[in-house]
């Protein structure tokens, strides 16, 4: 069972940047898709981006498409997700996926928390 740890959130002003990482262990990371997701209080958990096991193929959502990027270094065992031109409205916990052996995601990390203050 492969096991996924976020890092990197924090409390930034709006316009500001993180840098978020998800450090896998325990599994071949290689061979997974990998994605990033976020829940805000009160709020459903949304997709932010998805990563291919090779990082050819990549996609994010509208709502963070031109200020989000989304990599992957397979030689590390980590994914990331770069965040610039932050909004409040970025302000949630971030998880990292993993799918493992379908296409569902069904490995999950513990979150990390960014705030974004106005």
């Known amino acids: 069972q492969v096991q996924l740890v976020e890092s990197g959130g924090g409390l930034v002003q709006a316009g500001g940047s993180l840098r978020l990482s998800c450090a896998a262990s325990g599994g071949t990371f290689s061979t997974y898709n990998m994605g990033w997701f976020r829940q805000a209080p009160g709020k459903d958990r949304e997709f932010v981006g998805f990563?291919?096991?090779?990082?050819?193929?990549?996609n994010l959502a509208i709502s963070v498409k031109g200020r989000f990027t989304i990599s992957r270094d397979n030689a590390k065992n980590t994914a990331y997700l770069q965040m610039n031109s932050l909004k409040p409205e970025d302000t949630a916990v971030y998880y990292c996926a993993a799918q493992t052996a379908t296409m569902e995601y069904d490995s999950w990390g513990q979150g990390t928390q960014v705030t974004v203050s106005s």
């Open positions: 990563i291919s096991r090779s990082g050819v193929s990549r």
